[in-house]
């Protein structure tokens, strides 16, 4: 019966996984007091509006600072930093402290990079957070795994036992 049900849960599985897709990145920019300046989203394989050999820019990113949001152009440089654009006017450019990049690859086909990254700028110091969104589909198939694992508690716990009592 167990292997009944089991093979049931891994046809479940099969049907409702979704491909995998390339992964949303979240790019959080705290200055040195750790409140966070700057929010943006970008996928972690972009496709650059324009690209060089120093670079590459990608427009239409709705940038979040504070309560306010726009619309703006994110430049990834090949020497670590970034800057943020309105228009053709740096709003905000920052320096890598290494010369660690935020993406491998060449600028013309980029894959962005997760984890921590100093930066600095004529402000001080600051901190690039960047780290993956759950899918939709990863979220649903968590949710499904729990209501299997719970269903299969509560049925093993509804069948009856058989207990000895000794005199």
Known sequence: ??????????????MFAAPANAATFLYTLTGSGGTPI???TLDSLP???NSSASGFRVNGVLVSVGPLSALRSIVFLTTGGLQ???????????GATSNDRLFTGLPGDPVMKS???????????FSLLVAAIPEPATWAMLILGFG?????MRSQRSRPRHSVALA
């Open 47 to 49: 496709t650059p509006n």
């Open 115 to 125: 984890g921590s990254f100093s930066l600095t700028g004529t402000s001080g110091a």
């Open 1 to 14: 019966m167990t292997k009944i049900r089991f093979f049931i849960a891994l046809c479940a599985a099969m």
């Open 148 to 152: 299997v694992i719970g269903f299969g």
């Open 84 to 94: 943020i654009r309105n228009g053709s006017t740096v709003v905000l450019g920052l």
């Open 38 to 40: 700057v929010k943006f």
